[in-house]
């Protein structure tokens, strides 16, 4: 995931997480991004939200154009963004109605999916 994500910031892609944390959980999800994934998001670029109804609303504001989740739930609920992508390791998408939504099961298959999105 790492490197993946490096290499999109590296190409000149703007990156956010917008992740949903009760209040009392935010200061914890700081430290896990800082330490596990640092150098890769600007802090000005990390939105914690309490519920996953509001990155909708998140999404809207900053004009995200593709946004990718571990949840087909949470991405359903995302209405604004129209390149929705479906992380999905686990192979588990034939369980659920996708419609808009195009899986992956790693960051490599993440990363080809991107390419033909820009070229």
């Known amino acids: ?16 997480i917008i992740s949903a944390r009760h209040p ?7 430290t896990w991004i800082e330490k596990n994934i ?8 990390i939105r914690l939200v309490e519920k996953g109804i509001n990155k909708d609303k ?8 593709i946004y990718i989740d571990d949840k087909v739930s949470v ?6 963004v ?8 686990y192979n588990i998408r034939d369980d659920f109605e996708l ?4 899986p992956v099961s790693s960051w ?7 390419k033909t999105l820009v070229s």
Do not use: T
């Open 75 to 80: 991405l359903n609920m995302i209405k604004c």
């Open 82 to 89: 129209n390149k929705k992508i479906l992380y999905d390791p």
């Open 24 to 30: 009392d959980n935010q200061e914890m999800a700081l």
């Open 1 to 16: 995931a790492n490197e993946s994500l490096m290499a999109l910031k590296n190409f000149g892609h703007r990156l956010f």
């Open 58 to 65: 998140v999404c809207k504001e900053l004009n995200i154009q």
């Open 108 to 114: 490599q298959e993440f990363s080809d999916y991107l």
């Open 99 to 102: 419609k808009n939504i195009r």
């Open 38 to 45: 640092p150098d890769i998001f600007d802090k000005k670029n």
